[in-house]
Nanobody, 123 residues
Framework: QVQLVESGGGLVQAGGSLRLSCAAS????????MGWFRQAPGKEREFVNA????????NYADSVRGRFTISRDNAKNTVYLQMNSLKPEDTAVYYC????????????????WGRGTQVTVSS
């Protein structure tokens, strides 16, 4: 059983930056694809980005490409989400997730989920 704990959320002005972290425990971190998802008020949870087991592949939603960067440190069992040029529409609860078998954007691929961290971007 893998436990995922997100941190780093908060309130930021539009145009600002935040860095989210997700610490994993209870499993072999390097054996999981890691992804970030977000859910805005009144909306369904959506894919943000994902990174492969070794970090050699990444995938981004069009809405964040060029502004957000996902990375991982397998020695620290941690995945990061660097968010730059934040917009009010980025306001959401951000979740990290772990997938054992496949690399991709579908939520159904992910086996374990964190509880989320709130990101609020003011205009």
């Amino acid at each position: 059983q893998v436990q995922l704990v997100e941190s780093g959320g908060g309130l930021v002005q539009a145009g600002g930056s935040l860095r989210l972290s997700c610490a994993a425990s209870g499993g072999i971190f390097s054996s999981y694809v890691m992804g970030w998802f977000r859910q805005a008020p009144g909306k369904e949870r959506e894919f943000v980005n994902a990174i492969s087991w070794s970090g050699d592949r990444v995938n981004y939603a069009d809405s964040v490409r060029g502004r957000f960067t996902i990375s991982r440190d397998n020695a620290k069992n941690t995945v990061y989400l660097q968010m730059n040029s934040l917009k009010p529409e980025d306001t959401a609860v951000y979740y990290c997730a772990a997938a054992r078998l496949r690399f991709g954007a579908s939520q159904g691929l992910y086996d374990y989920w964190g509880r989320g961290t709130q990101v609020t971007v003011s205009s």
